[in-house]
């Protein structure tokens, strides 16, 4: 166990690295790979490469960018860039690397965790995914953990991409990607038997920073990206 890879991956466009996620990049302190993404390249500094988002990410945008909605729970086109990462990563390093871990780039770090960390309390070789639940509420994202060597890894992450190529997820009742990620971990849950880990405390709101995660980053999300600090942050 004490051998196993962790990729760690993010991503966001140019605009949003000058806005808020050059603190994620310059507070980034974890003992893992770090890979960003985006829909095209840009450069930040010697430390870090942008690897470009590939042609279904173009595909979806170009064929639904025109659509409507009321809220962020029906843009589907502004959450479609991290779904298209991770399914990405995982279908390109599912060789190369054990544990697959997603963090919003909204996020600075301050405590770093390393591999010993993620056994204790995050990980599972019986389990595929790992989440923050938040009960009947759909779950948190801003961070997600795989167990990218689990036999249904590969398929549920293909599943997940085929609801964006297509456009499956307009068959749902929101759009966003943490609602699809529930959506299609429950199907999983259901037909396959999968186990999946939750470490959520199943209260709505901002459960990373309740979480065990607190107490190492916080992830600024929302009106917090603004001042770059949560108000509910442990550290």
Not at 190 to 217: C, F, M, W
Request: with cysteine.
């Amino acid at each position: 166990m004490n051998d196993k890879k962790v990729l760690v991956i993010t991503s966001f466009n140019e605009g949003l690295y000058k806005e808020y996620a050059h603190r994620f990049t310059q507070s980034y302190n974890l003992p893992f790979d770090l890979k960003i993404y985006a829909e095209e390249q840009f450069s930040i500094d010697e430390n870090y490469a942008v690897l470009e988002l590939d042609k279904s990410l173009h595909d979806f945008v170009e064929r639904n960018q025109h659509k409507t909605f009321e809220d962020y729970r029906g843009d589907a086109v502004r959450f479609s860039y991290k779904v298209y990462a991770v399914t990405q990563a995982a279908l390109a390093f599912s060789n190369s690397y054990d544990i697959l871990v997603w963090i919003d780039a909204d996020s600075v770090f301050y405590k770093s965790f390393d591999l010993g960390f993620i056994q204790a309390h995050l990980y599972q070789s019986h389990t595929m995914m790992t989440y923050l639940g938040r009960g009947d509420f759909y779950s948190e994202c801003g961070f997600l953990l795989w167990n990218l060597k689990h036999p249904d890894a590969h398929d549920y992450f293909q599943e997940t991409k085929r609801m964006y190529d297509q456009d499956l997820v307009f068959l749902e009742k929101e759009q966003h990607d943490s609602y699809i990620w529930d959506v299609v971990r429950k199907k999983f849950e259901q037909v396959r038997g999968t186990k999946n880990l939750d470490i959520g405390d199943q209260q709505e709101g901002h459960v990373q920073a309740r979480s065990i995660l607190g107490g190492y980053y916080d992830h600024t999300k929302g009106a917090r990206k603004q001042s770059g600090k949560s108000p509910e942050a442990r550290i």
